[in-house]
Structure formats: structure tokens, C-alpha cells
């Protein structure tokens, strides 16, 4: 305002966009006795010198915006909180540092990737722009950003308040960081300056700025993340040059080694995260991740706050049948060659990517609710013509191992978590871009991926759910493994019982190198590379595989009997010694067989000492099989064997006798861990040889055995914390007691779900003694206001868990365990003001005139401590011109409250751009709660032409009925071709006028 003169005592800070009633009634008295020209004079803000010193305006009542990575913030230091300063003490200057590395601008800025302007806003003080004070011009503040006038060119505001300003930088003007290499990054300083009250030659205004930001939206840094047997450049095929295309910080630099736990990787991501968001400046990073690196990423984002999405290509969610088969041989093989491997997938830690394994840990392990997370999926079809069914045998050996899929993991596996966004590359014949070892060095799957790390936060795309249970491959089924180990140039014999003619693969699996099968059937035919090249009935393929190598024969009908097998390690690479022994593994799959097998535990974790009690499901074409024999040998926790035979006697623990579930007790549990289990059938098919037509099945299994007998004993309570002593509840604590049998390291994790389902997660770790213990859940209470649902709370999942490694333990699990008290929502964590989203909007038609004269927009907003408020808001239309700018008050009670706005509705319809309109840079505040909002409204579809002011275009020249106008000298009316250009232009203005007047008439 231009105010009066001021008083000579030094106003408190807060005092001025408050006056105080005692002060306003002098003033009101002084500006009644005061001539016109004295008025003039006095109603200007005049400078300190002349009013014996104003003292200092102090901040705004609203707190700057947090600073993040694509907001800088300027909030303390010259320039800011200097009272309201005339122009005697101007300009008022300030910087913004910028501390980030957004990429190569220009590249950035080819892809569309940074936005064209980005957005400076400041609250400003008693900007009198619209001031009306004879011999004195408004109140004009210049803005300058890096030396250039901003295209608004000045603040705005109103007298005696507080209005946020938001201007619109080009994003040329804004000074970036270097590439900071392998050095440090150095900020830079983007400068703001107000140039006061630039129309007045005297000290006439005065303003104060409180602080200052800038936002710059733009792409996070992606860190990828490797599978097994892999390292850091798989990524320059693509995903590098891609990202380097477009301008966006990556790093490739994480080199994990061929198979390290998942635990253990997690922590290696977790290393290089933190190294990419120190360099460059950022608070998060994208992670895109293939095959098991998914895993890896998963485990470390669950905790993290430094990962925005992520991305997953061909990631076993749900593990892979392929590892189940190297675990089984690996099981088999302790006892004939326990420190050999047939592929690294046989390793402890291949043990993780096993579908019983991944099994385990989903159960145990959930989403973090601040990131988003896609699976892209490999769907290859081998598109093998009739006449030539079994080409590429390689391939379609990983597929019907597998199941529909990249041929290493299955689409189902990928596509198995409830919380990710799914999506598929398909291939099919010699297109491979879909195969595991090709998805994540495909151009079309980075293209398919590229609009998620162009999103300049976390992604939108609400999660597809998962598929479910991991369904075994087409039908595959393979016999019993034959396992060894051979030096180079050595050879091993065997034989294999072949139960089926239709569809039939030999396959062997080792490690590297180079090892051969050769085959002879029951009536002596020898089957080898070179005779299968040769065959319309055969193919055969040796190559690469997930963890090895694999040769595999595919028999379109192969001879039912004892075949004999020999295998032959040509070469041997198992590391620095060339002659060292490498192992194998050898099996027969059938493709839709007619005996299957499947096993399972009654219970697949137990406590220490505790019975495992083991059943194999023995089937022949539906129908139970009997007669048959059914073992399980047992790999424990330090690789000592054990073994146990399974029964279909109804003798317990097998419950009944011929139902073709035979049932065992394995009791050496006295080893806390994981235990891995080959189930194995064998027997006799009845056939044309004597005693028939032999045959065997075998299936990985694993179980959990505690270090203890450790229990959840109860008792649980709960209660609401307030961390932050703002009265309102960070978390709500659920205390589980425990009884601790054997003292370690404990993880406790429930689900807690509200009466519409919402799902809240919680973990905790700690190192137990024996004897009771408690261990507390922390929900987030931010969490439980945003879903918006009262309590009672239902803790419908606890489960006690020992992990360590590779070890997965669930220890004891309840369920429905807990009801909370009856907490309301609104008493969890939330902004002392929040906008609840909801508001309405109408025209006002004052006059009775048929235009609307305001439009009123009402919004709603959850109040937490009652007060009187005062707000303002701006309406700009859809090009970002501010049509409008309200304040207002109201007194507002705790809990759900209206605040109203009134814009002017002659502004609206004379800028003539149609709605919808918005509302925003929202302040609200009392005392020292106060809100700052951006966008928060927007209305209805409205025609300017609907609000007063609005004038309607001139209709084109030449529009008029019987009117005709050519470019050049010659005009002439319809009917009238001697009429002189002239008269036609008296002609043509009158019709132009007489309609103007008629479609105004009509409107009104």
C-alpha cells in the first residue's frame, strides 16, 4: 500500500500485514482531515529516513519449498527478509544455486527432455501495482534472472499482502553445472535481481521478497544393474548409447561378479548409488536391471529412499525351473562329486533362483510404496515350421524346460509380483531379441522401456498385479540325472531308461569348456553331431545356456528302452588350471508324459529338530501309480547328505495307502538353514520287454529348518507415536512378543491391512538373545492418512524369520493375529493444511445480464489447528496468463473446511481464451501454519464468451452474405457489378455492424 506516514517506534516483524485496530483508527482520523493533494502524498510508502525508520518486515508466514533435485531453493542471505525496502536500497539481489547435473543440456533439450521454461516463484510484499495515487505512478518492480528481464517483466501483488509470484524462465537463461567427470561437482549460481519501483523517480514503494525457487523437472541418472555371469558392459550394446542419445546420466559401472548372493549384491548397488547421487547432485536414481540384478535391486530398493522405479528385463520374480534342475543334479552329485559344479546356477547362491526359493522370499519380502517398479518380460516363439518341428533345439529345450517365456525364465516368473507394471517383447523365429541373453541388448526393449526414464519422477502406471503361482513349463518332465565329473580328454558311459516315442530331448548341462553326448539307441544306432545334421527327425544344438552350456538332441519319436550315453570332455576351462575336473549333469525331458511326478513338505519350515514330513505325487495318465519306488536325497546346510525312502502304505506319517502319495519322515534337522532335496521316482512301465519298460522322474524340493524352536508367544499391543511432537501420530507400533529358542539374528515382518484392503509392510531386524523378547512393527502413519481409511487395523500376517546369506528361514508365521484400536485416519501424520483434492466451481450471473459477472471456486481443505486464515490464489488461463488474483479470510475450524475464491469475471471474458481455467500458487496461512500450493484447481470447460468483457472477434472480411472480395483492385457486390470498391466497403461495414449489434442483442 502506499501508506501513511509511520510510526517512529520500530513495528514487531509480523506487525506490518497486520495493523492493529488502535493504529488503523488514527489512521483512518489522519487521512479524513487531509487535503486531496496532502492525500497523495501521504498514501505512498515512504521511505525510512521520512518516518524515523520502519524496522524489518522480517520473513513471510510461509516456509520455503523443501529443497530436493528439482527444486533449488534460496530461503537466507542479502537480498532477503530486508524489510520493505524502497528503491534507495535496491536492487534487492539473490542467488540460487543450482547443485545438480542434469545431463548434456543441448541433448537434453533436442529430445524434449528438459521443459522449455521452468518455473521461479517468490512470495512478494505489498506490491502496489495497482495502485491509484495522483502524481505517483503504480508500484512497478522489476524482475531480472542471470541479467534478463523475465517476460512478465514485473512482481504483482496488492497492498498490505503477501502474494507468491511465478514467472516463467526460459530454460536458455538458467546456468547449469558441468559434468563433474570423476572430480566434484560445482554449483552454479543463477542470479535474481528486483529492480524497485522503476516508474517513480522518488522513494514511493517499498517491497520485500522472503525467498525464492526455481523448478527444473528432468529425467533421474539410471544405474544398471547386471545378471550372472555378466558384468557392466552387457549394457554398451543399447541401454549406454541409448541413454547417451537422449542426454541422460547413466552409470554402468557396477560389476558384481558372475553369482553372489542377493543380499550381498544389494549391497554393491547400494554402494554405487550413493557414489552416482554424490557426483551428480541427485536424491534418486533409476534402476533398470536384467535377470537376477532385478533381484538384487529389489532387495536393496525395499529400504531405500534413493530409488525412484525399478525397471526389470527378464528378472526371475518367481525363480527359474532351470535352476531347480542344476540344484537337483548339484544335490545328486554331493556324493560323487561335492566340490564340483555342473553350472553356476548349482552354486549356494544359484540355491536363490530356484521357483521354491523365490517362493519363500516373496513371502518375506515386499515393495517400497515410494517406488514404482516394471517387469518387462521375454516372450521368444521358436516359430518352427510343420516340416521341420524341432529347429532350434537349443532354444526350445530352454522353452520347454521353462515354459512360455525368454527360454531361461518364464514370462510368469517375471510378471509374478502383485506391484509391478508388466509388460512383453515378443519374438519368434530368427528374430532372438527376445531370448534372456538378448532382452537387455536389444534396441527394440530399450525402445519399449525408454519412456520410463524419461519421466521426470516416478511412474504413474498403476500395477498390472502378478500372474500367480510359477506353473511348470509345457508339460516338461525329465528323469533322474546322471551326474559326474570328468578331466579333459576323459570319457563317462551310462545308460538311461527312454519310457516315451513322441518328443523326446537328451540334454546335458556343464559348466564351460567344451563336452559332448553321443547316443545308442536299444537296437544300436549311434546318435552323435554329426549323424543328428544329417536327420529329418533329429536336431541337435550346443551352446549357451543361463550359468553354462548345454547340448541338447530332440527326437521327433525316439526307440522306447535302455539307451547308453557317453559323454566326453573335449576341453575343460573351469578356471587357472585347464586340466582340472569339470562336472555334468544328464537327463531325458518329455514333452505331455504320460507319468508325472510333483513333491511337496506338509510343513516346508520346521524348528530345530522338528520332523520334515516329505510326499511325492506319483501319477500314470491321471490315475494314481503304484508299486513304485520314491526316494528323496537330502543336500544339508554344510553339503552333507542324508537320504529318505517315501511310502504309500497308509502308515504314518503317509495318511493313506494307494492314493499315489507316498509319504516319508526325514528327521536329520538338527542344522539351522536350507535344505535341498532331489525327489526321485523310478520303476517300471508295463511293456514288451520283461518286467517291462523302466522309467524315473525327479524334482527339486527345498525346506527350512530353524537354529531353534523359536515362536511367536504373543502378547501383541499397539499404539500411535508422535515422533515430531506435532500431536499427530509418525507410526503406528505394533509390539509382537517372542520366545527366542536359540539367540541370533531375526528378522520379524507383518502386513498390515485396513477394511479396504490397503496394505502396509513393515520389517524389522535385530540380534536376539534367548528367552522373551519383543520386537516392534512401525507402520507409516503418512501411509495410513493418504489411504484414508479408519482403523481398527488387522495385522493379518507376522512371521518370524532367520536370514543370512543364502538362508531363508521362516521360523513361525501367524495370521489375523492383531486388531488394533479403532485409530481414525486423520490422527496419523499429515500437513497441518492439506487440499483434499476436491472443490467446485460455478459462473455468477449478478446482473441478471445472462454473463456471468465472477466466477466463484470453492476447494476443500483439511484443517488441523482452527484459526482465522487468510489466502490468496491466481487463475491463469491455458496459455499461463494470469486472468485474476483473490485474497481473502475466514475463520477455519479443525477438521474438513471450505475456503471460497471470487475472480473477476469482466477480466475472464476480456483476455477471450476459453476454459478450463486454473487456480493456483495457493498461499494460506495463520500464525505459523500456513500452506504453499502450486496447482490445485481446475474448472470446468467455460467459454470466455460466457463472462462480461468478452468482445466477439470481427467476423472475416469477405464473410458477409452476397458479399465477394478478391485480392487486388476489383471488387464488386453479387448484383451489382458496376458498385465502386467504395461503396462496396460502406456496404460491407454496415452488414459487418448491423450483425455485431444482432448477435449481441441475441446474447443478451
Known amino acids: 500500500m502506499p501508506s501513511v506516514p509511520k510510526p517512529l517506534a520500530t513495528p514487531s516483524p509480523m506487525m506490518k500485514p497486520?495493523?492493529?485496530?488502535?493504529?488503523?483508527?488514527?489512521?483512518?482520523?489522519?487521512?479524513?482531515?487531509?487535503?486531496?493533494?496532502?492525500?497523495?502524498?501521504?498514501?505512498?510508502?515512504?521511505?525510512?529516513?521520512?518516518?524515523?525508520?520502519?524496522?524489518?518486515?522480517g520473513s513471510s508466514p510461509f516456509d520455503a519449498p523443501e529443497k530436493s533435485d528439482?527444486?533449488?531453493?534460496?530461503?537466507?542471505?542479502?537480498?532477503?527478509?530486508?524489510?520493505?525496502?524502497?528503491?534507495?536500497?535496491?536492487?534487492?539481489?539473490?542467488?540460487?544455486?543450482?547443485?545438480?547435473?542434469?545431463?548434456?543440456?543441448?541433448?537434453?533439450?533436442?529430445?524434449?527432455?528438459?521443459?522449455?521454461?521452468?518455473?521461479?516463484?517468490?512470495?512478494?510484499?505489498?506490491?502496489?501495482?495497482?495502485?491509484?495515487v495522483?502524481?505517483?505512478?503504480?508500484?512497478?518492480?522489476?524482475?531480472?534472472?542471470?541479467?534478463?528481464?523475465?517476460?512478465?517483466?514485473?512482481?504483482?501483488?496488492?497492498?498490505?499482502?503477501?502474494?507468491?509470484?511465478?514467472?516463467?524462465?526460459?530454460?536458455?537463461?538458467?546456468?547449469?553445472?558441468d559434468d563433474p567427470g570423476a572430480g566434484s561437482l560445482v554449483p552454479e549460481a543463477n542470479t535474481i535481481s528486483i529492480h524497485i519501483d522503476v516508474g517513480n523517480t522518488s522513494e514511493s514503494w517499498c517491497v520485500a521478497i522472503d525467498w525464492a525457487s526455481i523448478e527444473i523437472l528432468a529425467p533421474r541418472p539410471v544405474v544398471m544393474a547386471h545378471g550372472v555371469l555378466s558384468n557392466g558392459g552387457v549394457w554398451n550394446d543399447a541401454w549406454v548409447p541409448g541413454l547417451d542419445s537422449l542426454g541422460i546420466p547413466n552409470s554402468n559401472a557396477l560389476n558384481m561378479g558372475d553369482l553372489d548372493s542377493i543380499s550381498s549384491n544389494a549391497g554393491k548397488i547400494s554402494?554405487?548409488?550413493?557414489?552416482?547421487?554424490?557426483?551428480?547432485?541427485?536424491?534418486?536414481?533409476?534402476?533398470?536391471?536384467?535377470?537376477?540384478?532385478?533381484l538384487d535391486a529389489r532387495h536393496y530398493a525395499e529400504n531405500s529412499d534413493k530409488v525412484s522405479q525399478v525397471i526389470q528385463i527378464g528378472t526371475p520374480n518367481a525363480g527359474s525351473p532351470l535352476a531347480d534342475w542344476a540344484q537337483t543334479a548339484s544335490v545328486v552329485g554331493l556324493g560323487v562329486i561335492p566340490t564340483l559344479l555342473v553350472n553356476t546356477l548349482a552354486t549356494p547362491a544359484g540355491y536363490q533362483l530356484t521357483t521354491l526359493y523365490m517362493g519363500f522370499y516373496n513371502s518375506v519380502h515386499g515393495r517400497n510404496p515410494e517406488v514404482?517398479?516394471?517387469?518387462?518380460?521375454?516372450?521368444?516363439?521358436?516359430?518352427?515350421?510343420?516340416?521341420?518341428?524341432?529347429?532350434?533345439?537349443?532354444?526350445?529345450?530352454?522353452?520347454?524346460?521353462?515354459?512360455?517365456?525368454?527360454?531361461?525364465?518364464?514370462?510368469?516368473?517375471?510378471?509374478?509380483?502383485?506391484?509391478?507394471?508388466?509388460?512383453?517383447?515378443?519374438?519368434?523365429?530368427?528374430?532372438?531379441?527376445?531370448?534372456?541373453?538378448?532382452?537387455?541388448?536389444?534396441?527394440?526393449?530399450?525402445?519399449?522401456?525408454?519412456?520410463?526414464?524419461?519421466?521426470?519422477?516416478?511412474?504413474?502406471?498403476?500395477?498390472?498385479?502378478?500372474?500367480?503361482?510359477?506353473?511348470?513349463?509345457?508339460?516338461?518332465?525329465?528323469?533322474?540325472?546322471?551326474?559326474?565329473?570328468?578331466?579333459?580328454?576323459?570319457?563317462?558311459?551310462?545308460?538311461?531308461?527312454?519310457?516315451?516315442?513322441?518328443?523326446?530331448?537328451?540334454a546335458l548341462l556343464y559348466p564351460s569348456g567344451d563336452m559332448t553326448m553321443s547316443l545308442q539307441s536299444p537296437t544300436g544306432t549311434t546318435w552323435d553331431a554329426a549323424s543328428a545334421s544329417g536327420s529329418s527327425t533329429v536336431e541337435y544344438e550346443n551352446g549357451e545356456t543361463l550359468g553354462g552350456m548345454m547340448e541338447v538332441f530332440y527326437f521327433e519319436t525316439a526307440e522306447v528302452g535302455i539307451w547308453t550315453v557317453t559323454v566326453t570332455a573335449n576341453t575343460v576351462v573351469t578356471g587357472p588350471n585347464p586340466t582340472a575336473e569339470a562336472a555334468y549333469a544328464a537327463a531325458v525331458w518329455y514333452e505331455n508324459p504320460e507319468v508325472t511326478f510333483t513333491a511337496s513338505f506338509e510343513q516346508d519350515m520346521v524348528g530345530n529338530g522338528e520332523n520334515l514330513v516329505l510326499m511325492g505325487t506319483l501319477m500314470r495318465n491321471g490315475s494314481?501309480?503304484?508299486?513304485?519306488?520314491?526316494?528323496?536325497?537330502?543336500?544339508?546346510?554344510?553339503?552333507?547328505?542324508?537320504?529318505?525312502?517315501?511310502?504309500?502304505?497308509?502308515v504314518a506319517p503317509d495318511d493313506t495307502a494307494d492314493d499315489g502319495i507316498y509319504t516319508g519322515t526325514f528327521s536329520s534337522t538338527t542344522q539351522g538353514g536350507n535344505y535341498r532335496f532331489a525327489f526321485t521316482a523310478s520303476g517300471a512301465l508295463p511293456g514288451p520287454q520283461p518286467g517291462g519298460t523302466g522309467f524315473s522322474r525327479q524334482v527339486f524340493g527345498t525346506a527350512g529348518v530353524g537354529t531353534g524352536n523359536s515362536t511367536i508367544s504373543g502378547p501383541f499391543s499397539d499404539t500411535g507415536v508422535d515422533t515430531n511432537a506435532n500431536s499427530l501420530f509418525d507410526e503406528l507400533q505394533v509390539d509382537v512378543g517372542l520366545n527366542i529358542d536359540n539367540a541370533g539374528d531375526y528378522t520379524l515382518y507383518g502386513e498390515l491391512q485396513d477394511s479396504s484392503n490397503n496394505l502396509l509392510v513393515a520389517s524389522i531386524s535385530a540380534n536376539l538373545g534367548s528367552g522373551a523378547q519383543t520386537l516392534t512393527l512401525s507402520f507409516d502413519g503418512?501411509?495410513?492418512?493418504?489411504?484414508?481409511?479408519?482403523?481398527?487395523?488387522?495385522?493379518?500376517?507376522?512371521?518370524?524369520?532367520?536370514?543370512?546369506?543364502?538362508?531363508?528361514?521362516?521360523?513361525?508365521?501367524?495370521?489375523?493375529?492383531?486388531?488394533?484400536?479403532?485409530?481414525?485416519?486423520?490422527?496419523?501424520?499429515?500437513?497441518?493444511?492439506?487440499?483434499?483434492?476436491?472443490?467446485?466451481?460455478?459462473?455468477?450471473d449478478a446482473d441478471a445480464d445472462t454473463d456471468f459477472d465472477q466466477l466463484d471456486i470453492t476447494v476443500e481443505i483439511l484443517v488441523e489447528v482452527a484459526a482465522t486464515y487468510n489466502w490468496s490464489a491466481r487463475l491463469v488461463d491455458s496459455n499461463g496468463t494470469e486472468i485474476g488474483f483473490f485474497a481473502g479470510s475466514g475463520a477455519l475450524s479443525q477438521g474438513l473446511n471450505n475456503i471460497d475464491f471470487s475472480f473477476d469475471g469482466t477480466a475472464i471474458g476480456a483476455n477471450g481464451v476459453d476454459g478450463p481455467y486454473v487456480v493456483r500458487d495457493l498461499l494460506i496461512f495463520a500464525g505459523s501454519t500456513s500452506l504453499v500450493a502450486g496447482i490445485f484447481y481446475t474448472t470446468q470447460g467455460f467459454l470466455a464468451s460466457q463472462f462480461n468483457g468478452w468482445v466477439p472477434p470481427p467476423p472475416p472480411i469477405?464473410?458477409?452474405?452476397g458479399v465477394n472480395i478478391f485480392t487486388g483492385s476489383n471488387c464488386s457486390v453479387t448484383g451489382d457489378p458496376q458498385a465502386t470498391p467504395w461503396a462496396f466497403l460502406a456496404l460491407a461495414g454496415s452488414l459487418v455492424g448491423l450483425a455485431w449489434l444482432a448477435r449481441r442483442s441475441t446474447r443478451r
Not at 24 to 50: N, Y
Not at 811 to 827: E, K, L, M, P, R
Open 782 to 844: 503418512a501411509t495410513l492418512f493418504n489411504n484414508g481409511v479408519d482403523g481398527p487395523y488387522d495385522l493379518v500376517t507376522v512371521q518370524l524369520i532367520e536370514e543370512q546369506g543364502t538362508s531363508l528361514v521362516i521360523v513361525d508365521s501367524q495370521t489375523n493375529a492383531h486388531t488394533t484400536t479403532a485409530y481414525g485416519y486423520t490422527q496419523f501424520e499429515h500437513a497441518p493444511l492439506t487440499l483434499t483434492g476436491l472443490g467446485t466451481d460455478t459462473g455468477v
Open 958 to 961: 469477405g464473410s458477409g452474405a
Open 624 to 650: 494314481p501309480f503304484l508299486g513304485q519306488t520314491v526316494t528323496a536325497s537330502a543336500a544339508l546346510p554344510d553339503d552333507s547328505t542324508a537320504s529318505v525312502t517315501l511310502l504309500d502304505d497308509g
Open 372 to 506: 514404482t517398479y516394471t517387469a518387462m518380460a521375454g516372450n521368444y516363439d521358436d516359430a518352427c515350421p510343420t516340416l521341420n518341428p524341432f529347429c532350434r533345439p537349443l532354444l526350445r529345450a530352454g522353452l520347454g524346460i521353462t515354459g512360455v517365456g525368454d527360454s531361461v525364465v518364464p514370462l510368469a516368473s517375471v510378471h509374478a509380483l502383485p506391484y509391478t507394471t508388466n509388460r512383453t517383447h515378443a519374438s519368434s523365429g530368427t528374430d532372438l531379441t527376445a531370448i534372456h541373453t538378448r532382452l537387455h541388448r536389444s534396441n527394440n526393449v530399450f525402445n519399449k522401456l525408454v519412456d520410463l526414464v524419461k519421466e521426470t519422477g516416478s511412474s504413474s502406471s498403476a500395477p498390472t498385479g502378478g500372474s500367480g503361482p510359477l506353473a511348470p513349463g509345457d508339460d516338461f518332465v525329465r528323469t533322474a540325472s546322471s551326474v559326474g565329473a570328468l578331466t579333459e580328454g576323459a570319457f563317462d558311459t551310462f545308460t538311461i531308461s527312454v519310457d516315451q516315442a513322441d518328443d523326446v530331448m537328451f
Open 134 to 177: 495522483s502524481g505517483i505512478a503504480p508500484e512497478l518492480d522489476e524482475v531480472y534472472f542471470n541479467g534478463n528481464l523475465v517476460h512478465e517483466q514485473y512482481l504483482t501483488g496488492d497492498n498490505q499482502i503477501w502474494k507468491l509470484n511465478t514467472f516463467r524462465i526460459p530454460i536458455d537463461w538458467v546456468i547449469f553445472p
Open 271 to 294: 554402494t554405487e548409488v550413493d557414489r552416482v547421487c554424490d557426483l551428480w547432485g541427485v536424491e534418486k536414481v533409476v534402476l533398470v536391471c536384467h535377470s537376477k540384478g532385478g
Open 70 to 132: 528439482t527444486v533449488f531453493v534460496v530461503d537466507t542471505g542479502p537480498g532477503l527478509d530486508t524489510g520493505c525496502t524502497f528503491r534507495s536500497g535496491g536492487p534487492l539481489v539473490f542467488d540460487i544455486m543450482v547443485d545438480r547435473y542434469f545431463g548434456d543440456i543441448a541433448t537434453l533439450r533436442a529430445n524434449n527432455l528438459l521443459p522449455e521454461f521452468v518455473l521461479l516463484q517468490m512470495p512478494a510484499f505489498d506490491v502496489d501495482i495497482n495502485a491509484n
Open 18 to 57: 497486520f495493523l492493529l485496530p488502535a493504529f488503523l483508527t488514527v489512521l483512518a482520523g489522519s487521512l479524513l482531515a487531509q487535503t486531496p493533494e496532502e492525500l497523495a502524498k501521504a498514501t505512498r510508502d515512504l521511505p525510512d529516513s521520512l518516518t524515523g525508520g520502519l524496522g524489518t518486515q
